[in-house]
């Protein structure tokens, strides 16, 4: 199976393309077609070799998630027409995304390391250590940037910068929590701990909507439970479901996507464990067997056509 990593696509009603790091958008007027690749991006940087099924896995959880998620929030998904595609109403983002976090790991782990206490205008309190659980869970925004790193942000400077309107952004906290809280749940009974995530919102017809994937391991870290207690008891790392693996992989061959760094070597094995890491991801998260489609984007193309046709 050769990874996706590009798609080039003429469809019915196109009104425009976006080129994400990993997903490839179609505007077609009041819609969009949402194509989730075989890229895969770390740092803020898309690396060189994509990863065989990387798109489809990530495409099929969050479509899971977003259909497990309804009653919380209205969502952009209309169909999955395609294994790696999501057909969906348009939404005007609101330019933050909302980050929620459970644990003290990776990004606030490393600010607390340096001797941060507050993050994103939350105080951290004294004394913790890398994937202790926080109190309760925190809040810690970040803008969404066209281009190079987002931002750390606080809710108060949100609202003071004019970005989301004070009423509207203590709905998307309550939003955030209140996903968070069923995706923990979700992962409890697959004997994972959510640590971690983030969500993307929307506005449409006046309506706060829900965008782009979650729970995925693109956008969120997973542990599992078994053995967590121990493990945080022994300072040792801890048995990981999420990307962070692929981050760790750079970190350990110099690269952090500073200017000068060089991404290592993507040989074909370094690849293939990547997507079958991926794969273990899937089942773990979902309970359910990954059934691999071996396509082309020629079949992507004509699947999301039959839908469009069918939808008319």
């Not at 955030?176 to 995530?197: C, H, N, P, W, Y």
């Not at 995925?216 to 693996?245: I, M, N, V, W």
């Not at 952090?256 to 993507?266: H, L, N, R």
């Not at 890491?277 to 396509?295: H, K, S, V, W």
């Amino acid at each position: 199976m050769k990874a996706i990593t590009k798609t080039d696509f003429s469809l019915p009603g196109m009104q425009g393309k976006y080129v994400g790091k990993v997903r490839d958008v179609y505007d077609l007027g009041d819609k969009l077609a949402m194509v989730v690749t075989d890229r895969i991006s770390a740092f803020d940087v898309v690396l060189p070799e994509g990863i065989p099924y990387k798109g489809q896995i990530l495409n099929q959880i969050a479509a899971k998630f977003l259909d497990s998620t309804e009653d919380i929030i209205p969502n952009w998904k209309i169909a999955v027409p395609d294994p790696a595609v999501t057909v969906g109403w348009k939404c005007e983002p609101y330019k933050v995304e909302m980050v929620i976090r459970g644990y003290l790991t990776g990004h606030a782990w490393r600010e607390y390391k340096a001797g941060k206490r507050v993050l994103c205008g939350v105080a951290l309190p004294e004394g913790m250590v890398e994937n202790q659980k926080f109190p309760e869970p925190i809040i810690t925004p970040t803008t969404k940037a066209a281009e190079g790193h987002d931002e750390d942000i606080s809710g108060e400077e949100i609202v003071r910068q004019g970005i989301v309107p004070a009423d509207e952004y203590a709905r998307l906290e309550d939003y955030t929590r209140k996903l968070f809280k069923r995706g923990s749940e979700m992962a409890a009974q697959r004997g994972l701990i959510l640590v971690d995530t983030k969500y993307e919102f929307g506005k449409k017809d006046g309506r706060i909507i829900l965008m782009d994937e979650i729970h995925t391991p693109d956008s969120s870290r997973y542990f599992y439970a078994d053995g967590y207690e121990d493990r945080l008891a022994r300072g040792e790392h801890q048995k990981q479901l999420s990307k962070e693996f692929v981050r760790e992989w750079l970190m350990a061959g110099g690269f952090m996507g500073q200017p000068g760094q060089k991404v290592p070597e993507m040989t074909p094995e370094v690849v293939k464990s990547i997507s079958d890491r991926y794969i273990e991801l899937y089942e773990n998260i979902t309970g359910e067997a990954f059934r691999p489609d071996d396509r082309d984007p020629e079949a992507i193309f004509s699947n999301i056509v039959r839908f469009l046709e069918s939808a008319k």
